[in-house]
C-alpha cells in the first residue's frame, strides 16, 4: 500500500518542485524564451488532456483528470511562483 500513495503524492510533489525551480532559475537569469516555450508546452499539454477527457467515453476520462489534476496543475502553479519569485529576486538584485 506504500508504494501507492508515493506515487499518488510523490509524482505531482516532484513536478511541482523542478517546476519552481527551473522557473525561477530561469526568470532570474532572464532566459525569458526558453521559459515561454515551457508555458507553450505546459499550454499544449493541458490542451490535449482536455480535448483527451472530451473525447473519452465512460470511465476512460479518468485517467486526463488525474493528468490534469497530477501534473498539469502543479506544474503551472509551479511555473507562476517560481518565475514571480525570480523576477522579484533579479529586480531586487538590479535595484540594490
Known amino acids: ?5 508515493l506515487l499518488l ?15 525561477y532559475w530561469l526568470m532570474k537569469w532572464r ?6 516555450f515551457l508555458g507553450l508546452a505546459w499550454a ?19 485517467g486526463y483528470v488525474l493528468g490534469l489534476l497530477g501534473i498539469s496543475a502543479p506544474i503551472g502553479v509551479a511555473g507562476l511562483i517560481g518565475s514571480t ?9 538590479m535595484h540594490a
Open 31 to 36: 532566459n525569458i524564451a526558453i521559459l515561454v
Open 44 to 62: 499544449a499539454f493541458t490542451g490535449m488532456m482536455f480535448f483527451g477527457m472530451e473525447a473519452a467515453t465512460g470511465l476512460d476520462g479518468f
Open 1 to 5: 500500500m506504500i508504494g501507492e500513495e
Open 85 to 93: 519569485v525570480g523576477w522579484f529576486k533579479r529586480e531586487k538584485a
Open 9 to 23: 503524492l510523490g509524482i505531482p510533489l516532484t513536478a511541482f518542485v523542478v517546476s519552481v525551480f527551473a522557473a
